[in-house]
């Protein structure tokens, strides 16, 4: 669309500043406050210049738990990603069982994180929980309170289980705005139905599937509440997500300073994707 | 892939979301003994204690309350601000607007736990802590953001004629914003009321750390319990099943733009 050079709209555009920058401006600047100094109790703060960080970017605490970060986001994309091309694409496009659907795919987004911790918790439980249960009498030794593996299985399905849908939702609504004569023109071309995926379907799902990957990638970095009901970060330390050990530090050991660094560092790690993907998406929008 | 066996996959799919959400269902229906002492795929002994429980004790039913007054103030002040700013970026160019709009994403991209600690200080300091409005304020940082990129998207979706046709036809802006252009937006307005409702209502770790009795989420309530009361799990999966029913009747509200909603009106 054309847009028209206006500066006046600032002035709708100041009561979201004021209040967004309210809630990150400031709370920002006493994070960058605290990483840059050193405290031993009684308010009284000492300048420690760039220790902090130095210390967290040489902690082998800080690589393993990225290292856990990157391995679980990178695993949840590849499985959430087709598998939820897969279920638009064999969606039902019209008729009541399109609403039927619809309606009960969303119900996981819907459910408070820690509930959905909680009730994977009680799902996943060895002797009484459905799936351990089922699991054990099948001859598994599944714990996900002792075995480390099956933590990360137990957290990797609880995800797919919770957030999958998201994925079918967008997929599912680039696939119903394509127009019927596309089809049509395909099937007299006498497309099969791989290159009518690859040529008609999957160009356009491309903005809303990244969209997709820039949400489930964001939002699987944030991740806190649901593997830390489910697994606390534990067996060990073997589940402790960034987030987890974010907060272990900073509100459980009260270290402020390294708590600070850490989340600075964090935060740019978290910018740097978003941006990479901000610039590949506002590209493909401008084609 | 042929026609025919095309719901096998949904189907699979449905059950397997459906099967956790039995199973906290079917717990809360159970006494605690039967819980810890078997394995079974329905309540054997029926019971209602742990819902009775929940409505009458005043902690369980005051931190829904809570939760519910918090989302909805988050919902009204989000979409109430984002309205106008969405429309500047949908209609207008302006110095740093692409800027503006991407530090906007970044703060929806902000992890909660890095914000946890300065937001304790920074809303006791204004005297808010333990406050509704400090919680429906604190969820502004990323449902603003997600609200104006959504309706960003819907208004981007109506032509420009038609402000020049209602300005030719004498309206004032704001006689057009208000009687031509919100009502054409309403499927918009709707989605993003119903996204930022969703986000306020999941979300724990902030909500949880602002306030400690008079504007407690119902979260909060279930984990101390978790946590204090030794293990009272069908009581815990009774009040997990409460917090889905309000989820489910949004969601059948706005079923039919829920699909273009997730798309941020970008189809």
């Known amino acids: 669309m054309n847009k028209t050079v206006n500066q006046k709209a600032w002035f709708f555009v100041i009561p979201v500043v004021v209040l967004v920058a309210f809630n990150a401006v400031i709370p920002l600047m ?10 031993f109790g009684n308010n009284e703060f000492f300048w420690s210049g760039l220790d902090w960080f130095k210390q967290i970017l040489h902690s082998d605490r800080f690589h393993q738990a990225l290292r856990r970060q990157l391995i679980f986001t990178f695993t949840i994309l590849a499985i959430e990603i087709p598998l939820g091309i897969a279920i638009a694409l064999t969606m039902p496009r019209k008729g009541p069982w399109v609403s039927v659907c619809l309606v009960l795919m969303a119900l996981p987004l819907l459910i408070p994180w820690n509930v ?4 994977w918790n009680i799902f996943a439980l060895p002797k009484i929980g459905f799936m351990g249960h089922v699991l054990n009498s099948m001859g598994f030794d599944f714990n996900f309170t002792r075995q480390p593996g099956d933590a990360w299985f137990t957290l990797i399905l609880m995800d797919v289980w919770h957030w999958t849908s998201l994925v079918v939702l967008l997929a599912y609504a680039g696939l119903v705005s394509i127009p019927d004569a596309y089809y049509q023109a395909a099937r007299i071309d006498g497309a099969k139905p791989f290159a009518i995926f690859r040529y008609i ?3 356009k799902m491309k903005r809303v599937l990244t969209i997709a990957v820039l949400l489930r990638l964001m939002d699987s970095f944030m991740i806190y509440t649901e593997p830390f009901v489910l697994t606390g970060g534990g067996p060990g330390n073997s589940t402790t997500l960034l987030s987890i050990d974010l907060v272990k530090i900073a509100l459980g050991q009260f270290d402020l300073g390294p708590a600070a660094a850490m989340s600075l560092i964090y935060f740019l790690i978290v910018l740097l994707l978003s941006w990479l993907f901000y610039t590949l998406m506002m590209r493909g929008e401008e084609e | 892939m042929t026609k025919r066996t095309n719901w096998i996959v949904p189907t699979f799919y449905i059950f397997f979301l459906m099967l956790p959400i039995y199973w906290l269902i079917n717990m809360s229906f159970k006494t605690t003994n039967e819980i810890l002492g078997a394995f079974t795929l ?3 002994e029926f019971t ?8 009458t004790d005043p902690t369980w039913y005051t931190g829904y309350l809570n939760s519910l007054t918090y989302v909805g103030l988050n919902t009204v002040i989000s979409v109430s601000v984002a309205l106008p700013a969405a429309y500047a970026f949908s209609r207008y160019r302006f110095l740093g607007d692409k800027h503006l709009f991407f530090w906007l994403l970044t703060n929806r991209m902000a992890p909660p736990a890095v914000f946890a600690l300065p937001f304790f200080q920074l809303y006791s300091a204004f ?4 406050t509704h409005i400090a919680v429906a304020l604190a969820h502004c940082l990323f449902n603003i953001p997600l609200a104006v990129w959504i309706l960003e998207g819907f208004m981007s979706g109506v032509p420009k004629e038609l402000d020049e046709t209602a300005y030719i036809d004498g309206y004032s802006f704001s006689r057009f914003f208000v009687k031509i252009f919100i009502p054409t937006i309403a499927a918009g307005i709707g989605v993003a009321a119903f996204f930022c409702f969703m986000f306020s209502w999941v979300e724990l770790l902030l909500a949880k750390t602002l306030t400690s009795v008079a504007a407690k989420p119902i979260a909060a309530v279930m ?7 030794g293990y009272e799990l069908g009581l815990l999966a009774a009040a997990g099943t409460l917090t889905i029913v309000p989820g489910a009747f949004v969601i059948y509200f706005v079923r039919n733009y829920i699909a273009k909603g997730f798309a941020m009106g970008r189809v």
């Open chain 1, 116 to 119: 959905v911790g909680a009730m």
């Open chain 2, 42 to 44: 329905w309540p054997q």
């Open chain 2, 48 to 55: 209602f204690d742990n819902y009775i429980k929940i409505f």
């Open chain 1, 30 to 39: 006493t994070v960058v406050n605290y990483s840059v100094q050193e405290t």
């Open chain 2, 223 to 229: 984990t101390r319990t978790a946590s204090t009361s």
């Open chain 1, 201 to 203: 379907q999957l160009p």
């Open chain 2, 127 to 130: 005297n808010l802590f333990d």
